[in-house]
């Protein structure tokens, strides 16, 4: 079974700053996919990034970006230019296609960000 | 566009009453997941059906049941709540075509006294 570890249960981080995520996973599979998801105040989940195990290339999306290192197992999260609205619960997931069929997805059990003006 | 549904937002339970969570999607996906998120153990899932009229369960299923008469539609049931099914809900839904991303609706939050 696949793990996913977030060991920073809360962080803090000034507006503009630059802050990183941790997330470590435990898996003996090959081809997957990584993703880290934003949780606001609001509770909806949003897809802020994802990564697939097959690129080498770290996925970047505006001030989001990624350090993968697979052999290491180790998925984490830059957010450069912090921005009060950055404020939420951030999930790191792991997923791979099961044989049934359907995506399989382990969440880790996430960060608190608070981002302070 | 509404993308995922979820009816109702919040309430609250007895224990011993019933309940069913609604779920809607309107992109027409296959798969539909049910999924419970409670303090410090992130997402977990119950249910999930890869179609219409099918259902399977997930990684915490006791005390759920499912139903997905229609492709549009996944209902959760609740048939005597206990205090330990306070949680906030998820409903997701996702295209086997589309294999990165699960789509999800605004959360129930259900409480059990």
């Given amino acids: 079974a696949q793990t996913v570890t977030q060991s920073q249960p809360e962080m803090s981080v ?13 898996t003996s599979e090959n081809n997957y996919y990584l993703f ?9 989940m949003i897809l802020v990034i994802r990564q697939e195990a ?3 290339q770290n996925a970047t999306e505006n001030r989001f970006s990624v350090n993968f290192q697979k052999a290491a197992k180790s998925f984490s999260l830059k957010i450069s230019d912090s921005q009060l609205g950055d404020t939420a619960m951030y999930f790191c997931a792991f997923m791979k296609r099961h044989s049934g069929g359907y995506q399989k997805v382990t969440f880790g059990t996430g960060t608190k960000l608070q981002v302070i003006p | ?4 549904t979820q009816t109702p937002k919040f309430r609250v339970l007895k224990t011993g009453q019933s309940m069913t969570l609604l779920c809607a999607q309107d992109m027409n996906h296959e798969y539909m997941y049910w ?6 153990m992130g ?14 369960k997930g990684e915490v299923p006791d005390g759920y049941n499912v139903s997905r008469l229609k492709k549009q539609n996944f ?27 699960q789509y999800f609706g605004p959360g129930t939050r259900l409480t059990v006294t």
């Fill in chain 1, 14 to 26: 000034q507006e503009a700053e630059t802050v990183t995520l941790s997330c470590t996973y435990d």
């Fill in chain 1, 36 to 44: 880290w998801y934003k949780q606001p105040p609001s509770r909806q």
């Fill in chain 1, 54 to 56: 097959y690129k080498q």
């Fill in chain 2, 1 to 4: 566009n509404a993308g995922v």
């Fill in chain 2, 35 to 40: 999924y419970r998120q409670d303090p410090g």
């Fill in chain 2, 43 to 56: 997402l977990r899932l119950i249910h999930y059906s890869v179609g219409e009229g099918t259902t399977a």
């Fill in chain 2, 75 to 101: 209902l959760l049931g609740l048939e005597s709540a206990a205090p330990s099914q306070t949680s906030v809900y998820f409903c997701a839904s996702s295209d086997p075509g589309q294999i990165y991303e």
